[in-house]
């Protein structure tokens, strides 16, 4: 079956503690891993796609990876308004382009 | 662009009742879905459309219809609402079924 698992659940780092978020999946031919950011009261808000193991993408402090079976979210020196929950969700060759999707992790970042 | 929007951003309403949660964007998207959203469930998807005239069920339909006249417009109808329902509803229209555009949600209780 396939399954999208994101940890920690929380986190709360201090402004500029660098740290990861996992994103932990199983799916039969993965034709595409997504991350998305919600804040509060908002609809998720887009932030990388991931393709194939070993891509990379980056946008201002943060950075997405892919492995065969996990990705990351690196979040370089975190400032208070990265605070949101991120979202993974994932697309396999049989979800018929059905999105799987994880819980999230909910990013505290304190000034 | 205005993206993707929803109406109304928030209701109440007694179980039985129907209504009908509106979504329309502007980008020309040929693929729009409608998820719930729930405390420990994550995002669920209800229904979805690949283009004006073809919809398709999602992980969780029973209790709700949708119609696709238009390339713009993706209505999604309770038709006789439960407590069970009480929930935040997306919105998302994108041009493959991958990266998707969120709208900013619409939170129903059901009494």
């Known amino acids: 079956e396939d399954q999208v698992t994101q940890s920690p659940e929380a986190l709360r780092l201090q402004e500029g503690e660098s740290s990861s978020l996992n994103c932990s999946y199983t799916v039969s031919g993965l034709r595409g891993l997504f991350w998305y950011r919600q804040d509060p009261g908002k609809g998720p808000e887009f932030l990388f796609t991931?393709?194939?193991?070993?891509e990379e993408k980056e946008k201002e402090r943060l950075k997405a990876t892919l492995t065969k079976k996990e990705s990351f979210l690196h979040i370089t020196a975190p400032k208070p308004e990265d605070s949101a929950t991120y979202l993974c969700?994932?697309?396999?060759?049989?979800?018929?382009?059905?999105?799987?999707w994880g819980l999230g992790t909910s990013l505290a970042v304190n000034p | 662009n205005a993206g993707v929007t929803q109406t109304p951003k928030f209701q109440v309403l007694k179980t039985g009742q129907s209504m009908t949660l509106q979504c329309a964007q502007d980008?020309?998207?040929?693929?729009m879905s409608w998820y719930r959203q729930d405390p420990g469930m994550g995002l669920r998807l209800i229904h979805y459309?690949?283009?004006?005239?073809?919809?398709d069920q999602g992980e969780v339909p029973n209790g709700y219809n949708v119609s696709r006249s238009t390339t713009e417009d993706f209505p999604l109808r309770l038709l006789s609402a439960a407590p069970s329902q009480t929930s935040v509803y997306f919105c998302a229209s994108s041009t493959s079924g991958d990266t998707q555009y969120f709208g900013p949600g619409t939170r129903l209780t059901v009494l």
């Open positions: 980008m020309n998207h040929e693929y």
């Open positions: 969700a994932v697309r396999g060759a049989g979800n018929n382009r059905k999105l799987i």
């Open positions: 991931l393709y194939s193991a070993g």
């Open positions: 459309s690949v283009g004006a005239g073809i919809t």
